[in-house]
Each structure stands twice: as C-alpha cells, then as structure tokens.
C-alpha cells in the first residue's frame, strides 16, 4: 500500500519570497505522484505530475517539483509567491491500481503582502 | 462545458435521516470516485466506479451506497445519516483508467448531520 505525509500543515510566507511545500511518500511500486490546487469552497486542480519520464516536472503558475526516489520525496516549489496562490495544497500518491490514489492532508499556504 | 456538477452544495440532515447526492459529469468519463474531505485528513475515497453499471469500495464505504446506471451520473447515497458523517463530499471523474490522468473535480458537497 501506499501513502504520502505532508511534513507542514501550514506555510506561511511573504509575496515575491520562494515556496517549498514538502511531500514525503511510501510505495511498494514505481509511484505516480501527483500535486493538486484547492482555492477556497472549490474543487481541487492539478498543478502537475510525476509518472516516470523527467523527475524534475514543471506545471502550471510556475510551480515545479522534484521526484527525488533516494530521499521518497516529492517536493513543491516556487519561485517567487503570488497572494493568488494562496490555497491548500495536496499531495497524491498512486501506486499499482491508478484507483487506490492516497491523499496527504493538505497544506494551508498562506501568503502575506 | 459544465465539467463535474454536484448537487445539492448544501445540505442539513438530522440523525437517520437518508439522503442522495448527485455527480454529473459531461466529459464522456469512464472513472468516477465519491471522495470525503475532513479537516487534516485530506481526501479519502468512499466508492468508485470504473465503468457505467459497475460499482467498488474505496478506503471508507461503510455507510454509503453508490449507483451508477448511466454513464454520465454517478449518485452516493446515505440511508442512515449519522453525524460522523458530516464532512464535504467531492465527485471525480477521469478518462484514462491506465495512465493516472488528471482527476477532474466537482465543487463539492458539505453535508451536516445533526
């Protein structure tokens, strides 16, 4: 089985400053990872996708992560913070059935002017 | 292009009570999942559905019955509401059941149980 921890409940930063959101995973297969979006009372969005071609992704409003299989890590970045990237993020994992995805529990972003 | 569409967006239920919600997805679909959201837990998967007239269980079914007799719906039901219950409901669809491609959610569903 597999699952994925998000090490921060809450990030908080200041606009134009970087973001790194952490996502540490563990599978028994090759993983498919997964980063997704959820302004308030909406759904959920895909930023991007690791499924075993380049390990650095690149998705969209500049948000990239890194597959890191040494460290099961799955990291979140941006360079430079947007007050419209303030949101929940989630990490998701899914393993040999693409039906049994694993939800972290999110990561509350704030971003402060 | 409508997406997912859930309804009802709101709902208050008392204890016993039994209730449907609706998921309609226009995208030709073949995947549909009925996921519940609680505060630090992220999403969890209740049933979904791999095709139209087939039904599974997810991580947390027990208290919920799903239906999916046309392709394009797909309806999660409580027949005895309890207040462990209350949370917020998303549908999901997806088209590529081999490649994980992209989830497409609803706006979601907030349910109380009283």
């Known amino acids: 089985a597999q699952s994925v921890t998000q090490l921060d409940s809450h990030v908080s930063v200041s606009e134009g400053t970087p973001v790194l959101l952490r996502c540490n995973y563990s599978?028994?297969?090759?993983?498919?990872l997964f980063w997704y979006v959820q302004h308030p009372n909406k759904g959920l969005q895909l930023l991007l996708k690791y499924t075993s071609a380049a390990t650095l992704v690149k998705g969209i409003n500049g948000f990239e992560a890194e597959f890191k299989k040494s460290e099961t890590s799955f990291h979140l970045t941006k360079p430079s913070a947007h007050m419209s990237d303030a949101a929940e993020y989630f990490c998701v994992v899914s393993g040999f059935s693409n039906n049994d995805m694993r939800f972290g529990a999110g990561t509350r972003l704030t971003v402060k002017p | 292009n409508a997406g997912v569409t859930q309804t009802p967006k709101f709902r208050v239920l008392k204890t016993g009570q039994s209730m449907t919600l609706l998921c309609a997805q226009d995208m030709n679909h073949e995947y549909m999942y009925w996921y519940r959201q609680d505060p630090g837990m992220g999403l969890r998967l209740i049933h979904y559905?791999?095709?139209?007239?087939?039904?599974a269980k997810g991580e947390v079914p027990d208290g919920y019955n799903v239906s999916r007799l046309k392709k394009q719906n797909f309806l999660l039901g409580l027949e005895s509401a309890a207040p462990s219950q209350t949370s917020v409901y998303f549908c999901?669809?997806?088209?590529?059941?081999?490649?994980?491609?992209?989830?497409?959610f609803g706006e979601g569903s907030r349910l109380t149980v009283l």
């Open positions: 599978s028994s297969y090759s993983p498919s």
């Open positions: 559905s791999v095709g139209e007239g087939t039904t």
């Open positions: 999901a669809s997806r088209y590529l059941p081999v490649d994980p491609g992209e989830l497409f």
